[in-house]
Every structure is written in C-alpha cells, then in structure tokens.
C-alpha cells in the first residue's frame, strides 16, 4: 500500500484555504492524535481496546480523506491485539505522513 504525504496537506488546504498557520496547526493536531492511536494500538492486550483505538484512527483519517490510512486502520481492527505487522505498517505510515 502506498502512501501520499501530500494528501494530507491537501486535504487541510482543501478544508482551510491557504492559511499557512491554520494548516499547521491542524496538521499537528492531526499527528499527534493518530499518533496516539497508535501508541493505543500498542499497548492495548484485549480486543475492546484494539479494536476502539483502531476504528479511532481510522475516523481520524476518514475526517481527513486519507482512504490508504483508513485501510490500514481498517485491516487493524480485524487483527489480533498487538500485531507487530499491522504496528509497523501503521508506524511506516504514521512516517510516511510525516514527510509532508
């Protein structure tokens, strides 16, 4: 699965306009809350837990049209808790956006 880092700082202009700042701001906002998903994701040890952070993450990237993230999310949510395969592709993701 590939990943656009471009998609989410279009999809923020889409949302905002051009305002550099208001970008920014909302693309922090944006990482550190999927970040804490993850982090969620990681820690979590039953299937409440997993499965709540996953569909967490994905209606954080559905809100920002982000469909490969939301995929990934989406394929989380099915896994068993604490995956090391699906964490990495998550991270690997997480990565991937953050080169915007």
């Not at 202009?13 to 982090?39: C, K």
Request: a negative charge; hydrophobic letters at 55%; proline letters at 3%.
């Amino acid at each position: 699965m590939s990943y656009d880092p471009g998609a989410l700082h279009a999809a923020l202009a889409a949302a905002v306009g051009e305002d550099g700042a208001l970008i920014a701001d909302l693309r922090t906002a944006f990482m550190e809350s999927a970040a804490r998903q993850i982090d969620l994701l990681g820690r979590a040890r039953c299937d409440a837990n997993w499965q709540m952070a996953a569909w967490r993450l994905k209606g954080l990237a559905a809100s920002f049209g982000l469909t490969a993230l939301m995929a990934l999310a989406e394929d989380a949510a099915q896994a068993a808790p604490g995956d090391p395969a699906v964490l990495r592709e998550l991270r690997a993701a997480l990565a991937a956006l953050e080169q915007d």
